[in-house]
């Protein structure tokens, strides 16, 4: 009896011992350096169990062992509160780390940034070739509904969802703007001050230039002008679904359509792109200015009159120009 007593003793001691080192050999391969040679960016679908998940792990070659992942994210973490998500992982992390990343909710922030002056048709394109969005579009977004600007989504959101969030930023953005609009303008709506907006977004990309540009339009509006804008043109040819692909023609400024500013008098019935936070504050509060004329200056600015004169002249400086990048072309 005796002898068995002590066996037991033995038994329950050699057992202690085998549960002590199978813990600590667990704990060891948990926290040792993994595989991993670079960052990795991994997908944890929606609704994955923890088995299915370190399997995919041990595929993506992140870990090595899917068992030990899972026994070790039951011993020594929380295997409920691993979220779905796209997560980078560090080069060598262990098994506590890829699992404290993905536990931690803090997925992978994609981004899309949508050029000021882009048309509606160019902003979908955008849209459809980010690949890490997802669903197709039945939103056909009106001309100068969407904000240009840098937009920030998870992998797995929608293609929809993102737009309609341009939209809505589109909506509080011109609201503020117009909230502070200078009195006495020739614009008598919000949706007039985006198409005069779009236009002013097409002729200059040069910030301290939009207030500037603006104050011209807004005193050829005064004055019953025509605006004289080459990107409206371009647009009533196009009608912003492709790149008009060549320079305005005499005969294309000459030809009456609904947006050519020539022909015309007043703003054309809708904008002609997208425009940006600063080109919606520039119409809203205009530069006071005598000018009347603007035109290149061969700088990526433009040369500004009061005066037809003075506009003629500039125009032939910018011609000179011209002809003078042909020739070293040439």
Same mark, same amino acid.
């Given at each position: 009896m005796r002898r068995l007593g002590r066996l037991a003793v033995v038994f329950v001691v050699l057992s202690a011992l085998g549960a002590g080192g199978l813990y600590i050999y667990l704990q060891s391969q948990f926290t040792a350096p993994g595989p991993l040679r670079e960052e990795t960016h991994f997908q944890v679908p929606r609704g994955a169990g923890l088995e299915a998940i370190a399997a995919s792990l041990v595929e993506e070659g992140i870990v090595s062992d899917a068992k030990i992942f899972a026994l070790g994210v039951r011993l020594f973490g929380e295997a409920r509160s691993l979220q779905a998500g796209e997560f980078a992982l560090p080069p060598a992390a262990s098994m506590e780390e890829v699992a404290a990343v993905i536990a931690s909710g803090k997925t992978v922030v994609h981004r899309l940034t949508v050029p000021e002056g882009l048309t509606s048709a160019e902003v979908l394109e955008l849209l459809r070739a980010a690949e890490a969005l997802e669903g197709d579009i039945s939103t056909d977004p009106a001309e100068g509904s969407l904000l240009p600007e840098t937009y920030h989504f998870a992998r797995g959101d929608s293609r929809e969802g993102l737009l309609l969030r341009m939209r809505e930023s589109m909506q509080t953005a011109l609201s503020d703007a117009w909230g502070r609009r200078a009195a006495n303008l020739p614009i008598n709506t919000p949706e007039e001050a985006v198409v005069l907006a779009s236009i002013i977004e097409r002729e200059t990309g040069v910030d301290e230039e939009r207030a500037l540009v603006a104050g011209v339009f807004? %005193?050829?509006?005064?004055?019953?002008?025509?605006?004289?804008? #080459?990107?409206?043109?371009?647009?009533?040819?196009?009608?912003?679904?492709?790149?008009?692909?060549?320079?305005?023609?005499?005969?294309?400024? #000459?030809?009456?359509?609904?947006? %050519?500013?020539?022909?015309?008098?007043?703003?054309?019935?809708?904008?002609?792109?997208?425009?940006?936070?600063?080109?919606? #504050?520039?119409?809203? %509060?205009?530069?006071?200015?005598?000018?009347?004329?603007?035109?290149?200056?061969?700088?990526?600015?433009?040369?500004?009159?009061?005066?037809?004169?003075?506009? %003629?002249?500039?125009?032939?400086?910018?011609?000179?120009?011209?002809?003078?990048?042909?020739?070293?072309? #040439?």
């Open positions: 807004v %005193n050829r509006l005064r004055k019953g002008m025509p605006l004289q804008s #080459d990107p409206t043109v371009v647009y009533g040819i196009t009608l912003g679904q492709v790149p008009l692909g060549r320079g305005l023609t005499r005969k294309d400024l #000459d030809t009456p359509t609904a947006y %050519n500013t020539y022909q015309m008098r007043g703003l054309p019935p809708a904008p002609i792109a997208n425009p940006g936070k600063a080109s919606l #504050d520039a119409v809203v %509060n205009p530069a006071t200015t005598e000018y009347f004329y603007f035109v290149a200056d061969g700088t990526g600015g433009h040369a500004f009159a009061k005066t037809l004169a003075g506009h %003629n002249r500039n125009v032939a400086k910018w011609r000179k120009h011209l002809k003078s990048l042909k020739k070293k072309t #040439d």
